[in-house]
């Protein structure tokens, strides 16, 4: 349905997992994903707002301090060098339209940031999504980058700083600017935190028209098509069918806006084919180092489908929809 070779071929040679677990929504399952604690546990009981009265750490928003990070253990107890790269959205709330707030937040005690949280450098945003072109909360360790080149496509740079990381740290790393400036054989950790393919719906139009008109069957004829895979695969029993229509939707056919709709699929397939084209990068870069066959790769996604309900007036909250 979507091209995605790279990914293909890394579940190939692989290993697949059919019983995944995640926390349904992004920064839970980030939190989790990096603490290996349930989210409360982690801090992130719920978002990254502080959602509790009696102020229980549950709920605070942003990651304890009485929790480890795997880049914390790795980088302290292992002796690994620790990157990453993308979504942080585990360090408070980050407005998306008030760079103010950003530059007088970031790094305070209730938005730690990457780089104090057991990650010798990080390129990527602290909030968690906006503009694919022009992102809010676009940082480089502890320097907010708030002007982006023409040219600037959000999955592109987070994949092509990962290979910079990569690189440099074969080669015995470059200053990180953090006073670490290499010089060793360290093994390293590299976490690259995608946005894609959260909204907003943003790739360039070539790559979106890759796709286009292979949406127009509908949602019904799809997954049950997607279903079908899953059996052919293995991942789930031939004796699991596929479960009723979401009581929210309605058959295919009584949709009035079948071309919007196949756009929307085809920008969000497209989002898709990029991260692919850009793990690819990755894994090209790892056997030009000559690393590749000594490397651990693990892919997963934080949550499923959107469930959030998202104006598209850039009314308030909303005012990165503009970009």
Not at 140 to 155: A, G, M, R, S
Not at 192 to 212: C, F, M, S
Request: hydrophobic share 30%; net charge negative; with cysteine.
């Amino acid at each position: 349905e979507i091209e995605t070779p790279n990914i293909d071929q890394l579940a190939a040679d692989g290993i697949i997992f059919s019983q995944m677990y995640n926390c349904a929504r992004c920064c839970p399952s980030r939190a989790s994903l990096l603490t290996g604690l349930y989210p409360h546990q982690a801090g992130i009981g719920h978002m990254v707002h502080e959602y509790s009265p009696d102020k229980s750490k549950a709920y605070q928003g942003y990651l304890r301090g009485d929790c480890a990070t795997i880049a914390e253990l790795l980088r302290d107890v292992g002796g690994y060098r620790t990157l990453m790269t993308g979504k942080w959205h585990v360090g408070g709330d980050f407005p998306p339209d008030d760079p103010n707030h950003w530059k007088k937040h970031a790094g305070d005690e209730h938005h730690p940031i990457p780089v104090q949280r057991g990650f010798d450098e990080h390129f990527g945003t602290l909030g968690g999504g906006g503009s694919y072109y022009d992102p809010p909360t676009l940082i480089h360790n502890e320097e907010l980058i708030l002007d982006t080149p023409d040219k600037f496509y959000f999955t592109d740079e987070i994949n092509n700083e990962a290979c910079r990381m990569i690189r440099e740290a074969v080669q015995g790393g470059s200053d990180d600017g953090g006073g670490n400036d290499g010089g060793d054989e360290k093994p390293f950790f590299l976490y690259v935190a995608h946005t894609a393919p959260h909204w907003p719906l943003h790739a360039p139009a070539d790559v979106i028209a890759k796709y286009r008109g292979k949406y127009q069957e509908g949602w019904d004829k799809i997954r049950e098509r997607r279903h079908a895979r899953l059996v052919e695969k293995g991942i789930i029993k031939k004796e699991w069918k596929c479960s009723p229509r979401d009581e929210n939707s309605f058959p295919w056919e009584e949709e009035e806006n079948k071309d919007w709709e196949d756009a929307r699929m085809s920008t969000y397939a497209a989002q898709v084919d990029i991260m692919d084209q850009g793990i690819g990068r990755i894994i090209q870069t790892l056997k030009d180092c000559n690393i590749y066959d000594n490397t651990m790769l693990i892919f997963l996604s934080d949550n499923g489908g959107c469930a959030e309900f998202l104006r598209e007036d850039a009314g308030e909250g909303n005012s990165w929809c503009e970009n």
